[in-house]
């Protein structure tokens, strides 16, 4: 299979509301990043991990390097959080894997 | 926050033209990386290079040259433009630890 895959490929939400997004690895990943690139097509680092947990403002993500998973948390969910959501992931060299992406669509 | 700078930011190209795009940046990086996106799908990578004056070949090479005549700077060449090359391009750098950072794109149309 896929070394990142990523899932939901699409979610739409309310405003207000929580969700998550989550990579599977199929093998043992050093570090993850998250991204978002938003309408415009510009790419925003969110968050880089080699372990554990990290919290942004209404953001959250966890790397468990060895259950094989990442996951990206919204809470309270902003029209301005609508975008494409792209997970990567590298398993030891320099390279990044990435997933192929989650498009969240925020509605009023 | 580290500065990436790609020029230009979109370009149309006919078939079988030479096609130069710039990637510059001012973070004292080490690394930087040249990136394609299809309408829909994540990015993949085309060549990459760790030092200056050597480049190497990402995932799909096949079509593109880079050249890093600097720490600074990094180009993608595309000899023969195709059709198939049409995509935005992102440009990347980062310091050694992964941690990338990208420039705002480059959307090239080959026509």
């Known amino acids: 299979g896929m070394p990142v895959e990523q899932n939901p490929p699409a979610l739409s939400l309310y405003e207000g509301a929580d969700s998550g997004l989550r990579c599977n690895f199929s093998?043992?990943?050093?570090?993850v990043q998250w991204f978002q690139q938003n309408h415009r097509g510009r790419l925003i680092t969110l968050f880089y991990l080699a372990q554990g947990t990290k919290e942004n403002g209404r953001l959250k993500s966890t790397f468990n390097s060895k259950e094989r998973y990442s996951t990206l948390h919204i809470k309270d969910a902003q029209l301005e959080d609508s975008g494409t959501y792209f997970c990567a992931a590298t398993s030891g060299s320099w390279q990044l894997i990435f997933g192929s992406g989650t498009q969240l669509t925020v509605m009023p | 926050e580290a500065a990436v700078t790609q020029s230009p930011r979109s370009k149309v190209a006919v078939t079988g033209g030479k096609v130069t795009l710039s990637c510059h940046q001012t973070n004292n990086h080490d690394y930087m990386y040249w990136y394609r996106q299809d309408t829909g799908h994540g990015l993949r990578l085309i060549h990459y290079?760790?030092?200056?004056?050597?480049?190497e070949k990402g995932d799909i090479p096949d079509g593109y040259k880079a050249s890093r005549p600097s720490q600074e700077n990094f180009s993608l060449i595309l000899e023969l433009a195709s059709l198939s090359q049409t995509a935005v391009y992102f440009c990347?750098?980062?310091?050694?630890?992964?941690?990338?950072?990208f420039g705002h794109g480059t959307k090239l149309s080959v026509l």
């Open positions: 093998t043992t990943m050093k570090s």
């Open positions: 990347a750098s980062s310091d050694g630890d992964e941690r990338l950072f």
């Open positions: 290079s760790y030092v200056a004056d050597s480049t």
